[in-house]
């Protein structure tokens, strides 16, 4: 026969081993709590290499492929082209043929010299290029406008082109920075009319006024002597060569 089961308490050792694991239980589930709420109220930071990269169109490549058509356009003297890509506002200063006509009464003094852009910087949806030029940097300002880079001048220069192009020419002609401005062709030479039949005299004959008539010892057959006309006409045909 098996043994009847025993009843009553357990052993005293039993008791507290069984105390333990609970109060270890509880403590871990304490302490996993706090973690938690921890982790949640203070995010770790994510590490330097994998902070989010801009967007394709705010890149430092986008803007040079933006900036370096508009510094060549203006670079080659296509003005025109150059103020097509400016921002809307900024061509609300100035009209695109006003523009072009202030370089053909103050032209650049560096024409045909492009530029080189060296560094850019991006803050949002402005830019900052430099860029240099026989030797010297510009710094030329960036906007983000509907869907592109466009250049946008900087405020001395929008305040200028609120000025009439005349006097802005001016004012740069006095501050020597005109270059040499070419003069417009001029009309063409009229074309020679027919002759005047009254004013060409007939073949053969002479002006009786203006021969003179021989003297007594100047035989008609004789050979001329030149007099102080000849010389004077001759010295004459000398100083224009």
């Known amino acids: 026969m098996g043994y009847p089961p025993q009843y009553g308490q357990p052993p005293r050792g039993e008791t507290g081993r069984g105390l333990t694991v609970i109060v270890i239980m509880a403590l871990g589930v304490a302490i996993g709590a706090v973690i938690t709420v921890f982790m949640v109220l203070n995010p770790p930071s994510s590490p ?11 890149s430092e490549v986008s803007v040079r492929q933006a900036a370096q058509p508009a510094l060549d356009a203006y670079s080659s003297g296509s003005y025109g082209d150059f103020w097509d890509l400016w921002t809307t506002g900024a061509q609300g200063l100035i009209t695109r043929e006003e523009y072009v006509r202030l370089f053909d009464l103050c032209p650049q003094l560096a024409a045909d010299s492009p530029f080189t852009i060296a560094t850019v910087a991006i803050t949002g949806d402005s830019a900052m290029v430099q ?3 026989l030797g010297d940097t510009t710094e030329f300002g960036f906007v983000f406008e509907s869907g592109s880079w466009r250049y946008e001048p900087p405020p001395e220069e929008q305040s200028e082109y609120r000025k009439p192009v005349d006097q802005i020419a001016e004012q740069r002609q006095a501050a020597g920075f005109c270059g040499t401005v070419t003069p417009a062709p001029g009309p063409s030479d009229p074309a020679p009319g027919p002759s005047d039949p009254a004013s060409d005299p007939a073949p053969g004959s002479s002006d009786p006024a203006s021969d003179p008539a021989p003297g007594p010892s100047d035989p008609a057959s004789g050979p001329s002597v030149p007099g102080p006309s000849s010389s004077a006409s001759s010295q004459s045909s000398g100083f224009l060569e």
């Open 48 to 58: 330097p290499g994998s902070a989010p990269t801009p967007d394709a169109e705010h």
């Open 131 to 133: 860029a240099d030029r």
